[in-house]
């Protein structure tokens, strides 16, 4: 009873969120490592949780029944809503709301940008050394869509000069906008740790490795002291420990940048 | 607390939230804009406006709230509920929550962007065209976003192309298949209780009854549904502002279409 499983990949964008609310909350689920480099999201073990063939999903086995949740901020809020632990929103309804712009603008604006570049420099080349054949089958079982051009594009690399350059501005004006809010407030959006902070932390946590020209103890201190204070925080760590490539890695090298 | 909701005429973005306030019980002053004229943005007297300068929603109604402009109108509808102390318009029970959240995001991700684009099309394009151009600069000049900006452009010279259109289309009829197969068990409101989910997606499909009337010939649960959501008195108080005679025909530029394809 009460059994929560997670399907996730590595403590990263998307997967990361439910991953470190879960933790947050300290709720304990089964963790079921759905490796993204290999399609394993679209194979039909995991079709049968989730036919959209994205990740993360999340099944509950509450008293009345299996519950299977997908969207990763979605997600977070009924972990929050769900489990007993600290509450990761706000009381107060204006910053509710200052949290909620937050996860969208980054979901919907900002976060698509980030994954522009992201699968460009290491999605594409790492899936593009397998087997044309094999890959092409691969694809054609994904059953969004979009998610079909998405993967196309990053496979064979042909992101437009266009879309790589409006991917770059965003990426651009969203640090400068996410600096100035932090210089605002301690945390995204309000005064407490809260799912914002979470949800920005995932794609923003090696923004020094991979932007130096845009964050960095110069150009970007408010971010810096924040990434720090998520950084440090139990749940990250216990999280950050679940990653199986090189992406986790990166953790201990931010940590010596930031502490240095 | 000072507050002050700037909203266009009642449809789209602005009916979900003018309704919303409606329903929550909250009074405020609310000030008509021309969303059209750029009025939007040429609010004065924001200390916080990055939610104005890049809201992902387009020209949605802008909230401003102890000078900080908030938008996006299903997290104002969530505003008004919980500012009301729980109005009722959203769902207590977690599952519950998270199944209208999915819907609204469905509705504000897929329908609103197509709608906004149809409904533009139809009536805003010829508007905004008209405008003479160095009020057109000088109003373009104003907007911060950039891809904002960019929408605004296309509609003034009317370079959408036909593929957006009949994706546009696809995206409403896939919204009405949707509203048949929820309502398919007989239920009053689209997620059981009446909610959040029922205002907006009620504020993108009405005008679309309106302009693609074709689309809805065989969705009898969806048109006696709409028209459930019509007789809402907090959905005649709001539609009662409008100061044109068919507000359900009123556009002006929405969200930007998934740039992932």
Not at chain 1, 125 to 152: F, G, H, K, S, T
Request: charge should be negative.
């Amino acid at each position: 009873m009460d059994e929560v499983t997670l399907y996730h990949w590595e403590p990263n964008a998307n997967s990361g969120k439910p991953m470190l609310a879960l933790m947050e909350k300290g709720v304990p689920f089964v963790s079921r490592y759905t490796d993204m480099l290999q399609f394993d999201q679209h194979k039909p073990e995991y079709l049968a949780i989730n036919p959209q063939g994205t990740i993360p999903a999340m099944t509950h086995d509450a008293k009345n029944g299996r519950r299977v949740l997908t969207e990763s901020t979605a997600i977070m809020e009924y972990v929050n809503e769900q489990f007993d632990g600290p509450n990761l929103m706000p009381g107060d309804p204006q910053d509710s709301w200052r949290v909620r712009w937050w996860m969208k603008f980054m979901d919907q604006w900002l976060g698509p940008s980030f994954s522009m570049i992201g699968w460009s420099v290491f999605v594409g080349p790492m899936v593009r050394q397998r087997d044309p054949e094999e890959l092409a089958a691969a694809i054609d079982r994904i059953p969004m869509p979009e998610r079909r051009v998405a993967w196309r594009k990053a496979i064979n690399g042909d992101f437009s000069a266009a879309e790589m350059a409006e991917s770059r501005r965003r990426v651009g004006l969203g640090i400068a906008k996410l600096e100035e809010e932090l210089g605002k407030r301690p945390y995204v959006g309000s005064n407490q740790y809260t799912l914002a902070d979470i949800n920005i932390f995932n794609s923003t946590y090696s923004l020094p490795m991979s932007q130096p020209d845009l964050a960095g103890k110069d150009k970007t201190p408010n971010i810096m002291r924040w990434l720090k204070r998520v950084y440090t925080r139990e749940a990250v760590k216990k999280t950050w420990a679940m990653g199986k490539t090189d992406l986790a890695s990166r953790y201990g090298l931010i940590m010596a940048e930031i502490e240095e | 607390m000072s507050a002050i909701l700037y909203h266009g005429q009642p449809n789209g973005a602005s009916l979900t939230v003018l309704a919303a306030l409606e329903e929550s019980g909250l009074t405020l002053e609310c000030r008509l804009i021309d969303l059209l004229a750029g009025d939007r943005h040429a609010l004065t007297g924001l200390a916080e406006t990055i939610a104005l300068d890049l809201g992902v929603e387009g020209e949605g109604p802008v909230l401003v709230v102890d000078g900080e402009a908030m938008t996006e109108s299903v997290f104002l509808a969530q505003y008004f509920d919980e500012a009301a102390g729980g109005a009722g318009l959203q769902p207590t029970d977690a599952y519950a929550h998270w199944e209208m959240m999915m819907w609204c995001r469905q509705i504000t991700e897929r329908l609103s962007p197509a709608a906004a684009l149809l409904g533009n099309l139809a009536g805003s394009q010829a508007i905004v065209a008209a405008i003479p151009a160095n009020d057109f600069a000088a109003l373009t000049a104003r907007i911060v976003s950039d891809d904002l900006r960019e929408r605004w452009q296309a509609l003034h010279d009317d370079s959408i192309d036909a593929a957006q259109i009949a994706d546009s289309e696809a995206k409403v009829i896939a919204a009405i298949d949707r509203c048949e197969k929820q309502l398919a068990d007989g239920r009053e409101w689209l997620m059981g209780p009446f909610s959040i989910a029922d205002l907006v997606t009620y504020s993108w499909l009405a005008g679309m009854r309106v302009l693609r009337g074709d689309a809805f010939a065989d969705a009898v649960r969806t048109n006696a549904w709409l028209d459930r959501v019509a007789a809402r008195p907090s959905v005649v108080a709001a539609l009662a502002r409008a100061t044109v005679p068919e507000p359900l025909r009123a556009f002006v530029p929405g969200p930007e279409i998934n740039r992932w394809g």
